[in-house]
């Protein structure tokens, strides 16, 4: 029992602590001088404890629910967990209710710390009703239906809410028996904890339960008076009902149970973890599956999954084809590669558009470490090309990371999606003499060039003043090379011509602005050292590269510029024609433009424009790179002079 002499050391040792000076925080060890003060962190007398909600008046899924909530739960080291009722299903038979308590315990000792159990109407209750349910079972599997203990500095008590094995009519049967309640003040009175922890499955501080004696057994803890914290369950909804007197209450959600429709935010899968300090309590829910236990992603399965996220896994050879008469046929390999030592299952699906015939849509399988494969894949177009047709193989390689705790497989898919080249192929046209690509400032024409270490870019062009970025003939993306008709920079700039070399873009302004709306000629140049800039022959700029061409695999397109994945972006608003790309520096002076250019040895692709092959424009070189024309981009008759 609690002499009055040991209330009073109680209070006296509690006053103490309140107004004894704090010990002085020690500084760090400093290796270096600072400005900043830093101090280690004060000694602190704590535990950790953990608390579950009910498991229990939901479906059979909420075994798995409560496995994973233990395996968590134990990441956290907790002193013990404690439990606030309804752990099995019950309401049945003597032989189902065992399987199930046993189901329960095996799932709950797998806790590394001890566990408490408190009693819920599911855990005691039988059907049909009985005057003695299972409580005779639950004393003998589970334990007391009321007890308490001390843990360093805190009791805790846990109390039995079902003493009628009923609780639909609370004013008469859910009240607290004289005997439980004479037991508690006992147990608060042997007590010299200085703090108190009460479990309970029925929150009888609800306003569901007024009319119950509640009102008494919380004058039993207020005049007590040490701080106290009380835990229930039953409603599956968490809660923070706040502190009344010295009491603080709160109810705990789910761990298993059914979520109720009435507050599905704060009805969930959670446990609680609690850290008790003698003059502090803290709590945070950690909804089941957020906490992750420290050595769950090793350094070896992320060094292999960042291999296999910078190889190139997949690789597209060869291209289909498509033009204006449709059918067109062609055939590529895709191949696959395992470049690390894991095997890898994967996937592979082929997207065309509709009316194409392909060979195979799909394949799936497994790559040991080191193999590669090849699969063929005979590709028909559909009806005439009415716009470029996007052609595209995805592949997901499955990285099997090692298994979880529990030997769980872990998977994580790396997927890469690769465009199938498709080549324009010509067939028949209609003539367009005198003809130039017309363009609104949406369209533009596409071109695919291998990586050059030298060029020259020209082309006659026409079009208002600039304004904004437009793009005239460019593929920069941090790479690469083009003119633009705008700068950005400026409301009305000038054309301006940029090569990226040596890990730096060399800018090319012209430095005059002539009459707009007229043809001219333009033409940027790079010979490994030197880029240069000419408008109508003259030499506009030139600048010198610390290194060679930073060249990209991004398209070329005539009319505007690329963005990373190869998409038209900064349109120009005008018309282009005659334009050519060479693999040579052709200027490095001045020189006279002339107006119709011819193909020659050193000639990547000319567009002259003067046959329409609906979204096809025809390179007039050998090297067969006819552009697909995008957006309503056109070749158009009579737009020269």
């Given at each position: 029992?609690r002499?009055?002499?040991t209330l009073?050391?109680?209070?006296?040792?509690?006053?103490?602590?309140?107004?004894?000076?704090?010990?002085?925080?020690?500084?760090?060890?400093?290796?270096?001088e600072?400005?900043?003060?830093?101090?280690?962190p004060?000694?602190?007398?704590?535990?950790?404890?953990?608390v579950?909600?009910?498991?229990?008046?939901?479906?059979?899924?909420?075994?798995?629910?409560?496995?994973?909530?233990?395996?968590?739960?134990?990441?956290f080291?907790?002193?013990?967990?404690?439990?606030?009722?309804?752990?099995?299903?019950?309401?049945?038979?003597?032989?189902?209710?065992?399987?199930?308590?046993?189901?329960?315990?095996?799932?709950?000792?797998?806790?590394?710390?001890?566990?408490?159990?408190?009693?819920?109407?599911?855990?005691?209750?039988?059907r049909?009703?009985?005057?003695t349910?299972?409580?005779?079972?639950?004393?003998?599997?589970?334990?007391?239906?009321?007890?308490?203990?001390?843990?360093?500095?805190?009791?805790?008590?846990?109390?039995?809410?079902?003493?009628?094995?009923?609780?639909?009519?609370?004013?008469?049967?859910?009240?607290?028996?004289?005997?439980?309640?004479?037991?508690?003040?006992?147990?608060?009175?042997?007590?010299?904890?200085?703090?108190?922890?009460?479990?309970?499955?029925?929150?009888?501080?609800?306003?569901?339960?007024?009319?119950?004696?509640?009102?008494?057994?919380?004058?039993?803890?207020?005049?007590?008076?040490?701080?106290?914290?009380?835990?229930?369950?039953?409603?599956?909804?968490?809660?923070?009902?706040g502190?009344?007197?010295?009491?603080?209450?709160?109810a705990?959600?789910?761990?298993?149970g059914?979520?109720?429709r009435?507050?599905?935010?704060?009805?969930?899968?959670?446990?609680?973890?609690?850290?008790?300090?003698?003059?502090?309590?803290?709590?945070?829910?950690?909804?089941?599956?957020?906490?992750?236990?420290?050595?769950?992603?090793?350094?070896?399965?992320l060094?292999?999954?960042?291999?296999?996220?910078?190889?190139?896994?997949?690789?597209?050879?060869?291209?289909?084809?498509?033009?204006?008469?449709?059918?067109?046929?062609?055939?590529?390999?895709?191949?696959?590669?395992?470049?690390?030592?894991?095997?890898?299952?994967?996937?592979?699906?082929?997207?065309?558009?509709?009316?194409?015939?392909?060979?195979?849509?799909?394949?799936?399988?497994?790559?040991?470490?080191?193999?590669?494969?090849?699969?063929?894949?005979?590709?028909?177009?559909?009806?005439?090309?009415?716009?470029?047709?996007?052609?595209?193989?995805?592949?997901?390689?499955?990285?099997?990371?090692?298994?979880?705790?529990?030997?769980?497989?872990?998977?994580?898919?790396?997927?890469?999606?690769?465009?199938?080249p498709?080549?324009?192929?010509?067939?028949?046209?209609?003539?367009?003499?005198?003809?130039?690509?017309?363009?609104?400032?949406?369209?533009?024409?596409?071109?695919?060039?291998?990586?050059l270490?030298?060029?020259?870019?020209?082309?006659?062009?026409?079009g208002?003043?600039?304004?904004?970025?437009?793009?005239?003939m460019?593929k920069?993306?941090?790479?690469?090379?083009?003119?633009?008709?705008?700068d950005a920079?400026?409301?009305?700039?000038?054309?301006?011509?940029?090569?990226?070399?040596?890990?730096?873009?060399?800018?090319?302004?012209?430095?005059?602005?002539?009459?707009?709306?007229?043809?001219?000629h333009?033409?940027?140049?790079f010979d490994?050292?030197?880029?240069?800039?000419?408008?109508?022959?003259?030499l506009?700029?030139?600048?010198?590269?610390?290194?060679?061409?930073?060249?990209?695999?991004?398209?070329?397109?005539?009319?505007?510029?690329?963005?990373?994945?190869?998409?038209?972006?900064?349109?120009?608003?005008?018309?282009?024609?005659?334009?050519?790309?060479?693999?040579?520096?052709?200027?490095?002076?001045?020189?006279?433009?002339?107006?119709?250019l011819?193909?020659?040895?050193?000639?990547?692709?000319?567009?002259?424009?003067?046959?329409?092959?609906?979204?096809?424009?025809?390179?007039?070189?050998?090297?067969?790179?006819?552009?697909?024309?995008?957006?309503?981009?056109?070749?158009?008759?009579?737009?020269?002079?």
């Open positions: 029992m002499t009055s002499a009073l050391a109680v209070c006296l040792a509690a006053l103490l602590a309140c107004t004894a000076a704090p010990a002085p925080a020690q500084p760090v060890r400093a290796g270096t600072s400005q900043s003060t830093l101090e280690a004060p000694a602190s007398e704590s535990f950790t404890f953990v579950m909600g009910d498991r229990t008046g939901g479906p059979r899924s909420g075994v798995k629910i409560l496995e994973r909530a233990v395996e968590q739960a134990g990441l080291s907790p002193d013990f967990t404690m439990t606030v009722g309804d752990m099995i299903e019950g309401y049945g038979p003597a032989a189902p209710w065992l399987d199930q308590m046993r189901e329960f315990r095996a799932i709950m000792d797998r806790l590394e710390s001890p566990w408490y159990p408190v009693a819920g109407n599911h855990d005691v209750y039988e049909p009703h009985t005057p349910g299972h409580v005779e079972l639950y004393k003998q599997h589970f334990g007391p239906l009321y007890y308490s203990f001390e843990h360093e500095f805190a009791l805790f008590v846990v109390l039995y809410t079902d003493e009628s094995l009923s609780w639909t009519d609370p004013p008469r049967d859910q009240n607290m028996s004289p005997e439980q309640m004479a037991w508690l003040r006992e147990t608060l009175s042997g007590s010299d904890a200085q703090r108190v922890f009460v479990f309970l499955h029925h929150p009888r501080w609800f306003p569901y339960y007024r009319g119950s004696n509640w009102d008494e057994v919380h004058a039993i803890f207020a005049a007590d008076g040490r701080p106290t914290d009380a835990f229930a369950g039953h409603m599956h909804v968490y809660r923070d009902d502190l009344r007197d010295n009491v603080h209450y709160r705990m959600a789910l761990t298993g059914f979520p109720v009435q507050a599905t935010e704060a009805s969930f899968h959670h446990f609680a973890v609690v850290r008790a300090r003698p003059e502090s309590v803290s709590i945070a829910l950690v909804p089941i599956d957020a906490v992750k236990p420290g050595d769950l992603f090793t350094g070896e399965d060094n292999q999954l960042a291999r296999l996220h910078r190889s190139a896994f997949v690789s597209v050879d060869g291209s289909l084809a498509a033009g204006a008469l449709g059918g067109e046929t062609g055939e590529v390999t895709v191949r696959l590669n395992n470049p690390i030592e894991k095997t890898l299952p994967y996937t592979l699906e082929v997207r065309a558009p509709e009316g194409w015939s392909l060979s195979r849509t799909s394949a799936d399988g497994t790559l040991q470490p080191g193999e590669q494969i090849e699969v063929p894949i005979r590709g028909t177009a559909g009806e005439p090309a009415q716009e470029p047709p996007a052609v595209e193989v995805l592949v997901a390689m499955d990285y099997p990371y090692e298994p979880g705790p529990n030997g769980e497989e872990r998977v994580e898919p790396v997927v890469r999606t690769l465009s199938i498709v080549e324009p192929v010509l067939a028949g046209g209609s003539p367009t003499p005198d003809g130039a690509l017309v363009l609104g400032r949406r369209g533009a024409a596409r071109v695919d060039l291998p990586r270490e030298t060029f020259t870019l020209e082309a006659w062009v026409r208002g003043p600039p304004s904004g970025r437009q793009g005239l460019t920069t993306e941090s790479s690469g090379y083009g003119v633009f008709w705008g920079s400026a409301d009305v700039g000038v054309p301006t011509g940029y090569v990226r070399a040596g890990g730096r873009y060399l800018v090319l302004p012209a430095d005059e602005i002539w009459t707009w709306d007229r043809w001219t333009v033409a940027l140049t490994g050292r030197t880029a240069r800039f000419f408008v109508d022959g003259k506009q700029s030139e600048a010198t590269a610390d290194g060679p061409l930073d060249d990209n695999d991004l398209p070329l397109f005539l009319g505007a510029d690329t963005d990373a994945n190869g998409r038209p972006l900064s349109f120009f608003g005008g018309e282009i024609d005659e334009a050519r790309v060479s693999g040579v520096a052709r200027y490095t002076s001045d020189f006279t433009p002339t107006r119709d011819s193909p020659d040895a050193d000639t990547l692709a000319l567009y002259r424009f003067e046959r329409a092959h609906g979204v096809i424009a025809e390179d007039s070189s050998d090297s067969g790179r006819h552009a697909w024309l995008l957006n309503g981009a056109e070749a158009e008759g009579d737009r020269r002079p």
